[in-house]
């Protein structure tokens, strides 16, 4: 009797991984009008490299992210482009151009990503300080809650002012954090969050606040003090004496 053949299925293993294939969106878009000079700050160097490079290879050398999509201005996107390919990013499967405001230029990302894709980490290409350790616990903890959010805990008194530069209150630093990236999500819950936001004009400055507009609640993951964002020089000099550190303790 002649043998019917069976759609081989996945192993779970396999199946597992599929579910968890998460897109890391870097977002290298920003003007640098508070760095100051012509040369967006992205395109700086920073210990013989630029400093989107360094943000590029943290994820591309992280083993919980599947792929990366940068998204950055109209008019630089075979700068980037080669530089993936100047600094082996395999995993760099598209460049895109963004759009007028930040939440649009996610949105770009997000539209670019692979089919397969179920999770999201979003990035500021201008932090590249961003650690093994903090990519794999919010990816992990977007897993598990669907939302996280990297942030670096106060560590001094917070003033709240009023609206003439007085004091209003004081508040328990214990509960205050600054907020960082990356943040992950959830691909369909950031994207239907995302696009109702848009629709209603919500206008907001990180990609965790969209989810917290809806009420959803976001997991904050502690990633330390050194994930600085490069805004001013003094930042950059900073940040190169942190490389220099995590030199000489290696």
Do not use: W
Request: proline letters at 3%.
């Amino acid at each position: 009797m002649k043998k019917i053949k069976t759609k081989r299925k996945l192993r779970p293993l396999a199946l597992f991984k599929k579910r968890l294939f998460t897109s890391a969106i870097i977002l290298v878009g920003g003007s640098s009008t508070r760095f100051g000079g012509d040369t967006p700050k992205q395109f700086l160097m920073l210990d013989n490299k630029p400093v989107v490079a360094h943000s590029l290879l943290a994820f591309e050398n992280s083993k919980h992210i599947n792929e990366i999509i940068l998204v950055c201005r109209k008019g630089d996107e075979a700068y980037y482009e080669q530089l993936g390919n100047d600094y082996a990013i395999s995993k760099l499967s598209k460049v895109v151009t963004g759009g007028s405001t930040r939440q649009e230029s996610a949105l770009n990302g997000l539209n670019a990503t692979s089919k397969e894709s179920r999770y999201l980490l979003i990035h500021d290409g201008a932090r590249p300080l961003v650690t093994d350790d903090t990519i794999r616990d919010v990816t992990l903890a977007a897993h598990e809650f669907r939302a996280a959010c990297a942030a670096m805990p106060a560590k001094d008194t917070i003033k709240i002012a009023n609206e003439k530069g007085f004091i209003e209150r004081t508040e328990n630093r214990d509960f205050v954090h600054l907020a960082a990236t990356p943040q992950g999500f959830y691909k369909t819950l950031y994207e239907a969050c995302a696009y109702a936001a848009i629709k209603e004009g919500v206008a907001v400055t990180d990609d965790a606040s969209i989810l917290e507009h809806y009420y959803y609640p976001v997991k904050l993951i502690d990633c330390g003090s050194e994930n600085i964002k490069i805004t001013t020089p003094s930042d950059l000099v900073m940040a190169e004496a942190i490389l220099k550190k995590r030199r000489q303790n290696s």
